[in-house]
């Protein structure tokens, strides 16, 4: 299973970084999949949770070059397989569905959208702490 998404990691990750950092990336990703296999749950999409996992990687990968980018929920997880960017997208549309109204626009604001917790506490007058304690 790693050798199979290697491939797509790496054509993730080669569009958004230089070759050095593509590659360890790519690495840290594996790595990170491995370490955190256990938490995996098989009744869950696994391309949400490896797109998860690679893009804290490219984050960090950004921190560390000091870029600053924007890397939203929509990106072609996989480019070069328009049916892995599908299936992705069409896994985190199902576990949004199962959400109540009020958790999944909180959810999507936050975590998709990167609307900042503060933001979102001043606009709908809740404190940071009931958003933070409303988005896993």
Do not use: C, N
Not at 21 to 49: C, F, G, N
């Amino acid at each position: 299973m790693l050798s199979a998404l290697t491939g797509h990691l790496r054509v993730y990750f080669a569009r958004r970084l230089d070759a050095t950092a593509a590659e360890d990336a790519v690495q840290e990703t594996l790595m990170a999949i491995h370490k955190s296999r256990a938490t995996y749950d098989a009744a869950q999409p696994l391309t949400a949770w490896v797109h998860g996992l690679a893009r804290y990687k490219l984050v960090d990968a950004y921190r560390r070059h000091k870029r600053h980018a924007s890397v939203p929920l929509d990106d072609e997880v996989f480019a070069d397989d328009d049916s892995e960017a599908r299936t992705a997208r069409r896994d985190v549309g199902k576990l949004l569905d199962k959400l109540p109204q009020a958790r999944r626009a909180l959810l999507t604001a936050v975590k998709l959208d990167g609307i900042s917790i503060a933001d979102i506490a001043a606009r709908t007058g809740q404190s940071e702490s009931a958003i933070k304690a409303s988005t896993p």
